[in-house]
């Protein structure tokens, strides 16, 4: 873990009675941290930093702090045990912030609630560290539909620490060219795909060469374009780089990529890019469906043609079938849509891209979301109910 915890105390207290308290406080929870006690020196520089107030009569300490504290973190966490007047200064503490416009919290409760609170807040520190710095590659200009999607990238940089990199299509296709064709490790009885395999490939080794010269951790693509010039599809080869752990997403979505990348950092998976094809607002059953979904997201999966050309290949995955949670934010991250459900079902129907996901909503009412006030077209469904946790990092922001 990566905790710091330190302290504010009245030097009124008895320190060795306030030091027993210390000692069995902490020790009631069940976190790893490092102790730095009234030395502010690195604070900022862990994924969570807490300020643990002792006692009364700090609040006075705590006032000429605040400027160095906010150069170096954004929120302020106010830890207590309620003992010696401790809670009654974090609120006064807190109700300061307020004035000053500073997020604050304070984190106070049980010992397992303490617990799990740090621990979920670790977490958000873990993945907003994990994605500032990050370097994410738009492959192409978006998608000329995409007209609610585009993304001013300074702004995104500015909030997040992401850096958007505009990359031409002619690179990826330069790469591509110069590729010679291999046997790929798929295979299909299809004659159609399996012609387009090795043409899918190279436009995975392309896309991987990409990555690789321009250092980046993600990537979203025009895919499009490729029907025209290479008679091909981009599906197979952002499932597989899914698989490697380089979040990949369609159509020059950048909001969709960065929802995915935030999932990523926070729970591990990318996630599956999709639209919603159907919804019936009275059951809250929708039907996600799109052409490629992360082949380490599904129990198996099936190779087919792309379904509006009909050309090139196309990915049906079955995901496994249980929660799940549907997750959005928008470009400047001060929209986000979260809700839970459930994956009833995987179907495949012809009329359909191929991944087809039947998902009962927990509360049918957010399907009004989608019909009055939707961040776009594409969403983000994870394996999972991870509602608290994704709420807790958008609200970071």
Not at 16 to 35: H, K, M, P, V, W
Not at 250 to 268: K, N, S
Request: overall charge negative; hydrophobic content about 40%; glycine content about 8%.
């Amino acid at each position: 873990m990566n905790i710091a915890i330190y302290t504010l105390t009245s030097a009124l207290h008895d320190e060795r009675a306030i030091q027993a308290a210390t000692n069995e406080f902490l020790g009631s929870l069940s976190i790893e941290y490092d102790f730095k006690n009234d030395d502010f020196s690195d604070y900022g520089t862990h994924a969570l930093d807490l300020i643990y107030v002792r006692t009364g009569g700090t609040e006075g300490i705590f006032k000429p702090m605040l400027l160095d504290l906010l150069k170096k973190q954004r929120t302020i966490y106010l830890l207590t045990s309620g003992k010696s007047n401790s809670l009654s200064a974090s609120m006064e503490i807190l109700s300061y912030l307020r004035q000053q416009h500073v997020r604050g919290e304070i984190i106070h409760g049980s010992s397992a609630y303490i617990s799990q609170r740090i621990k979920l807040l670790e977490q958000v520190g873990k993945a907003r560290k994990q994605l500032a710095g990050c370097r994410l590659g738009m492959v192409g200009e978006p998608s000329d539909w995409l007209i609610s999607s585009h993304t001013n990238a300074e702004t995104v940089r500015m909030l997040s620490g992401i850096s958007i990199i505009p990359i031409p299509m002619t690179e990826l296709m330069k790469r591509i060219d110069a590729l010679t064709d291999e046997t790929p490790a798929e295979h299909s009885d299809n004659p159609v795909i399996q012609q387009a395999l090795p043409g899918a490939n190279r436009i995975y080794r392309g896309l991987k060469q990409l990555v690789e010269d321009y250092q980046l951790q993600g990537l979203t693509l025009r895919c499009f374009d490729l029907l025209t010039s290479m008679k091909n599809t981009g599906c197979l080869a952002l499932a597989k780089l899914n698989q490697d752990g380089i979040v990949a997403g369609c159509e020059g979505d950048i909001p969709t990529l960065i929802t995915m990348m935030i999932a990523r950092a926070l729970i591990g998976v990318s996630g599956f890019q999709a639209n919603p094809a159907q919804i019936d607002p009275e059951t809250g059953e929708m039907l996600f469906a799109h052409c490629t979904i992360p082949l380490n997201m599904v129990e198996r999966y099936e190779l087919d043609t792309h379904f509006e050309s009909g050309i090139g290949i196309g990915i049906r995955g079955y995901m496994k079938e249980g929660d799940i949670t549907i997750f959005k934010v928008s470009a400047r991250l001060n929209r986000w849509f979260i809700a839970e459900g459930t994956l009833v079902r995987n179907q495949a129907e012809p009329d359909l891209c191929r991944t087809q996901q039947v998902i009962q909503l927990s509360d049918k009412t957010q399907t009004v979301y989608f019909m009055k006030n939707p961040i776009g077209n594409h969403h983000v469904v994870l394996p999972g109910h991870h509602r608290e946790l994704l709420e807790r990092f958008v609200k970071s922001f």
